[in-house]
């Protein structure tokens, strides 16, 4: 079954960049009707998508990180990835990886996690 | 952003009890409501797409519905895995956006 794995530094100081690599096993991330969707939730609060990659390469973002937020495909590693840049505390959250089904736009694998903090 | 509320925040039932979690739109949604049920320390599980539409593998004690701008899910007879946080989710526009969530916990 499909699986998927985010990876990427625990750690960076404000004004860096994040940089996160979701790996998709058990399927490949160019065939099917799905998006591949970025979502986060900070540390005891809800959840926030943060924007998607079509199985082409077509992206859609939040607005509120769009001039900071770039969402990428890999296909010869099955991976997708983000980069989010000038970061500050308010991104210290949870990234989680999804598969996103169309057209309902529901998420429905998801990574386990994983834990990013900004701090200097 | 279509803004999703979501009542009661929290609540406290017992096994076996039905328990029914609301969701309200900002905007007429259609049917373009995901429901997911999120454990301590884990990723969101789907449970109800389309409103309705209930994901596979998820029990039949869970069940959704409403349309436009006023939502439900319900379990029909609480089991003790079911003790969770529950978010409505809107897929009807651009940003997709959740609900603040729903605790359930223990009576």
């Known amino acids: 079954q499909v699986q998927l794995q985010e990876s990427g530094p625990g750690l960076v100081k404000p004004e860096e960049t994040l940089s996160l690599t979701c790996t998709v096993s058990?399927?490949?991330?160019?065939?099917?009707?799905?998006?591949w969707s970025w979502i986060r939730q900070p540390p005891g609060k809800g959840l926030e998508w943060i924007g998607y990659?079509?199985?082409?390469?077509?992206?859609f973002s939040n607005p509120s990180l769009n001039s900071r937020l770039t969402i990428s495909l890999d296909t010869s590693n099955n991976q997708f990835s983000l980069n989010l840049t000038s970061v500050t505390a308010a991104d210290t959250a949870v990234y989680y990886c999804?598969?996103?089904?169309?057209?309902?736009?529901?998420?429905?694998?998801w990574g386990q996690g994983t834990v990013f903090t900004v701090s200097s | 952003d279509i803004q999703m509320t979501q009542s009661p925040l929290s609540l406290s039932a017992s096994v076996g009890d039905r328990v029914t979690i609301t969701c309200r739109a900002g905007?007429?949604?259609?049917?373009?409501l995901t429901w997911y049920q999120q454990k301590p320390g884990k990723a969101p599980k789907l449970l109800i797409s389309?409103?309705?539409t209930l994901h596979s593998g998820v029990p039949s004690r869970f069940s959704g519905s409403g349309s436009g701008t006023d939502f439900t899910l319900t379990i029909s007879t609480l089991q003790p895995e079911d003790f969770a946080i529950y978010y409505c989710?809107?897929?009807?526009?651009?940003?997709?956006?959740f609900g603040p969530g729903t605790k359930v916990d223990i009576k």
């Open positions: 989710q809107q897929s009807y526009d651009i940003p997709f956006t």
């Open positions: 905007k007429n949604i259609g049917k373009f």
């Open positions: 389309t409103a309705a």
């Open positions: 058990g399927g490949s991330i160019t065939t099917g009707k799905f998006y």
């Open positions: 990659i079509s199985n082409t390469g077509t992206t």
């Open positions: 999804a598969r996103t089904l169309t057209p309902e736009e529901s998420f429905d694998i």
